[in-house]
C-alpha cells in the first residue's frame, strides 16, 4: 500500500467513525423527549437507517449504559448513566455554583420552583431547576430549550438584547406569531419596553394552563448578562401584593448573583 493509499483509507475510517458517532447522537435526541422509549424500529425511521443497523447501534449504547432495554416492551430509553454525565456538566458550570445558594433561599421565600437559564441562539436552555416545595412546575425542564418570546426567562433575555438584535431577531424567527396566537410584532416590542421599564419579565399560561413565571436577567460586573433566572408557579400567586412581593424576592436574588460575580 503507497502512502498515499494509506492516508486515503485512514480518512475514509475515520470518516465512518464519526458517522457512528452522529448517528448515535440522533439517536439520543430521538429518545430524548420520549420518556416510555422507542423500538428498533422506531428509531431507524426516526434516525433514517435500517432496522439492523438501527439495533445493532442500540444494542451497543445498552452495553455503554447510555440506553437502557426494557425487557416486557423491546423499548429502549435513555440510560441511566446519562445522570451522570449531566451531574457533571452541571457541576462544571460555575455560575451554577454560584447562583445555587441565592436560588435555594429564592425558593424559599416564594415556595415556587426555580430555575436558572442562559441565552443559546435565539432562545434560552434551561440550565438548573428547583422544584417548589408545594407544586413543582415542570413547563420547563433541566436542558430544555425555548424561544426567546416564550417564558418569563427567554423574554427577560430578549428584552435585554439591542434593538438591532430584537428585530432581526423578529424577522427571522418565522414561528414566533403562530406560537403567540394573535400577538404581532409591535406587540412583542411594547413587552420589551414594559420588561426594560420594570426589569422584569411576567408570562402568564404561554406553556402551560394555570402557570405562570417571572424571570430577569443577572449582569456581571461589566453590565453583560449572564444568565437569567425566573420563578414558576400556578397563576393566582402572580397577582396583587404577592406579584409584588415575588418581583421584589427575584430583583434582589439577580443582584446578590450579580454581586458574587464580581
Avoid at 52 to 80: H, K, M, N, V
Avoid at 180 to 206: F, H, K, M, P, S
Wanted: aromatic share 4%; proline share 3%.
Amino acid at each position: 500500500m503507497t502512502e498515499l493509499e494509506g492516508s486515503d483509507a485512514s480518512a475514509r475510517s475515520a470518516g465512518s467513525r464519526i458517522a457512528v458517532i452522529e448517528k448515535a447522537v440522533r439517536t439520543l435526541d430521538a429518545l430524548l423527549p420520549v420518556p416510555a422509549g422507542l423500538t428498533p424500529t422506531e428509531v431507524a425511521k426516526a434516525i433514517g437507517t435500517n432496522r439492523s443497523t438501527a439495533f445493532r447501534l442500540l444494542t451497543s449504547l445498552e452495553l455503554t449504559g447510555l440506553l437502557a432495554r426494557e425487557p416486557a416492551t423491546g423499548r429502549y430509553q435513555l440510560g441511566i448513566k446519562l445522570l451522570q454525565y449531566g451531574a457533571a456538566v452541571r457541576n462544571s458550570m460555575s455560575i451554577v455554583r454560584i447562583a445555587e445558594p441565592t436560588l435555594m433561599n429564592l425558593r424559599d421565600q416564594t415556595r415556587q420552583s426555580v430555575l436558572l437559564s442562559i441565552r443559546e441562539q435565539w432562545g434560552a436552555r434551561c440550565l438548573f431547576r428547583l422544584p417548589g416545595p408545594e407544586v413543582d412546575v415542570l413547563s420547563w425542564t433541566t436542558g430544555e430549550w425555548l424561544p426567546m418570546h416564550m417564558g418569563a426567562a427567554p423574554q427577560a433575555l430578549l428584552s435585554a438584547l439591542s434593538d438591532t438584535e430584537i428585530e432581526s431577531y423578529l424577522d427571522h424567527t418565522t414561528d414566533w406569531h403562530t406560537l403567540n396566537g394573535d400577538r404581532t410584532a409591535d406587540d412583542i416590542r411594547q413587552g420589551i419596553a414594559v420588561i426594560r421599564e420594570r426589569g422584569w419579565a411576567l408570562n402568564r399560561e404561554t406553556l402551560t394552563r394555570g402557570v405562570a413565571s417571572l424571570g430577569t436577567v443577572v449582569r456581571d460586573a461589566a453590565g453583560a448578562v449572564v444568565c437569567a433566572i425566573s420563578v414558576a408557579g400556578l397563576v393566582h400567586h402572580y397577582d396583587g401584593q404577592e406579584l409584588d412581593r415575588t418581583a421584589a424576592a427575584i430583583l434582589r436574588a439577580a443582584q446578590e448573583i450579580s454581586s458574587r460575580l464580581e
